[in-house]
Structures are given as structure tokens and as C-alpha cells.
T-cell receptor, first 110, second 114 residues
């Protein structure tokens, strides 16, 4: 079993829909990252969370430390949101080491 | 412009021919890392560095070397590349304080080892 698991692996939505991507982890963490990988391959850091909730534009990330679970929400989705979304856990005991989920491929159709 | 640069962006080489992928950041970040990305396996950390002359292994360090002689540069060295090192490689940096900081990624280097 992977230490960081994401669901779903693939997600197709219609423009305007509310989207949720989930990330569960089985180890103690000091922080959790959400990343976006564009179709061209470039990776952008969206959020880093250690507790609670963060919002940036139409993106919202939440984390529940007790349940070892994080979610990334996209409101009013748009075709330009189509990308791979990756969560990564910074483990408590390993300093700068990150463990990644396999990613969620999101496609938003017009 | 704040950025992480990698060179080359694409490389095709043959088994056993030593190569270096360079990584440079202009943000005065203390932490730098190398990752590889493979289909079905996702991103995996190869090596990371907390500061000049301080490096440590990630999850998949075998077959790779790194050095951190200057704060801005963190080259990845493949002494004797093999086909299983064919992958997409990313360098990343962050300011410091691993509990509070976001990572900045380079554009990626696509390596093919024949």
C-alpha cells in the first residue's frame, strides 16, 4: 500500500462543475503539498498545508490531520484547469523528503 | 524573474556514457531536490540538499550522484547511465524551513538512455 494515495485517478467534468480530488496518507506528516502539472509537463506548487484550509482564487485545499486526509476543490471548473493534480506528503521524520501520490488526471470539457 | 533552470531539457544518450544534468536557482534558496517521474510510479525523490556541502539520499538514489558546491547549483550526475534511468527529471528548490515552505520546480529534463 502506498504511503500517499489519491482518488480518483482520472476525472472528467463539464465546465462549471465543482470538483473534488482526495488525498489520503498513512504516515505522520509535517505538511502536505498540492501540485499542478500542466499538459506540457511543468509543475507548479498550488498549496502547502499543515492544518485547516487555504484558498486561492477558485481553488480550495483542506486537510484533516486526525483523519490523515486532504482534499483539493475547484469551483466553477474551466477547461484551462485540465491538468494532473498531485499531492505530496512531507513526512515528520524525514526532513525535506517528500512522498508523492500518483496524481489525478483532470479533464474539463467545454 | 525567480526561476529554477535545468539543462539540457532533452537528452538521448547511450548506456555507460557519463552525463550531468545541471540545475540552478536564482532565489537564494537553501533547499534543493532532484526528482524523477515515471508512468505509473509518479514522482520520486532522488537526492536533496539542505545547504552547501550538505546532501542526503531520497527514495531512489541508486545510480545517481549529486554535489552542492555553491548555493545556486545542484547538478545531478549519472556516472554510468542505464536504460532504467530513462525518465523525466525535475529539480526543485525552496527557501528553507521544510514545514512552512513551497517548492519551485524546474521545467524538467527528458532523458532517454539507449
Amino acid at each position: 500500500k502506498n504511503e500517499v494515495e489519491q482518488s480518483p485517478q482520472n476525472l472528467t467534468a463539464q465546465e462549471g462543475e465543482f470538483i473534488t480530488i482526495n488525498c489520503s496518507y498513512s504516515v505522520g506528516i509535517s505538511a502536505l503539498h498540492w501540485l499542478q502539472q500542466h499538459p506540457g509537463g511543468g509543475i507548479v506548487s498550488l498549496f502547502m498545508l499543515s492544518s485547516g484550509k487555504k484558498k486561492h482564487g477558485r481553488l480550495i485545499a483542506t486537510i484533516n490531520i486526525q483523519e490523515k486526509h486532504s482534499s483539493l476543490h475547484i469551483t466553477a471548473s474551466h477547461p484551462r484547469d485540465s491538468a494532473v493534480y498531485i499531492c505530496a506528503a512531507r513526512r515528520e521524520t524525514s526532513g525535506s523528503r517528500l512522498t508523492f501520490g500518483e496524481g489525478t488526471q483532470l479533464t474539463v470539457n467545454p | 524573474e525567480a526561476q529554477v533552470t535545468q539543462n539540457p531539457r532533452y537528452l538521448i544518450t547511450v548506456t555507460g556514457k557519463k552525463l550531468t544534468v545541471t540545475c540552478s536557482q536564482n532565489m537564494n534558496h537553501e533547499y534543493m531536490s532532484w526528482y524523477r517521474q515515471d508512468p505509473g510510479l509518479g514522482l520520486r525523490q532522488i537526492y536533496y540538499s539542505m545547504n552547501v556541502e550538505v546532501t542526503d539520499k531520497g527514495d531512489v538514489p541508486e545510480g545517481y550522484k549529486v554535489s552542492r558546491k555553491e548555493k545556486r547549483n545542484f547538478p545531478l550526475i549519472l556516472e554510468s547511465p542505464s536504460p532504467n534511468q530513462t525518465s523525466l527529471y525535475f529539480c526543485a528548490s525552496n527557501r528553507g524551513g521544510p514545514h512552512t515552505d513551497t517548492q519551485y520546480f524546474g521545467p524538467g529534463t527528458r532523458l532517454t538512455v539507449l
